[in-house]
C-alpha cells in the first residue's frame, strides 16, 4: 500500500515535499504523477530501483527533485518554485517492472495528496 504525504497550500514561488511511503518501495521503480478535474493524469517525475536513473518532465525541469531513501523504503519529491499550473493531486505509483512517465507502466497506486499553489 502506498500512502502519499506532504500536500498542502502554498504560494506561488514557495516549496513543498511530497513523501511517498509504503513497505518494500526500496524494490521497486516509482513514479509520481498529477492530475487536475477534466485533465489526464501526467508523469511528473520517476525513479529506477537503484536510485540510477531518474526522468522528470519538461515542464518541472529545475525546479522538482526526486530521490529515495531506501532504509526508510520512501521516495521523496521536492518541489521548488511552485507555480499555480503545478497545482493537482498527486499520486505515487510504484512497479517491480514498468518505468518511465507512462501511467500504463505502473500497477501500485497510492490515493493522492492535494497540492494547491495559490496566493
Known amino acids: 500500500q502506498l500512502v502519499e504525504s506532504g500536500g498542502g497550500l502554498v504560494q506561488p514561488g514557495g516549496s513543498l515535499r511530497l513523501t511517498c511511503a509504503a513497505s518494500?518501495?526500496?524494490?521497486?521503480?516509482v513514479s509520481w504523477f498529477r492530475q487536475t478535474p477534466g485533465a489526464e493524469r501526467e508523469g511528473v517525475s520517476c525513479?529506477?530501483?537503484?536510485?540510477?536513473?531518474?526522468e522528470y518532465a519538461d515542464s518541472v525541469k529545475g525546479r522538482f527533485r526526486i530521490s529515495r531513501n531506501k532504509a526508510n523504503n520512501t521516495v521523496t519529491l521536492q518541489m521548488n518554485d511552485l507555480k499555480s499550473e503545478d497545482t493537482g493531486v498527486y499520486y505515487c505509483?510504484?512497479?517491480?517492472?514498468?518505468?518511465?512517465?507512462?501511467?500504463?507502466?505502473?500497477?501500485?497506486w497510492g490515493r493522492g495528496t492535494q497540492v494547491t499553489v495559490s496566493s
Open positions: 505509483a510504484a512497479d517491480d517492472s514498468g518505468f518511465g512517465l507512462e501511467r500504463r507502466s505502473y500497477y501500485y
Open positions: 518494500e518501495l526500496r524494490y521497486y521503480h
Open positions: 525513479i529506477s530501483k537503484d536510485s540510477g536513473v531518474t
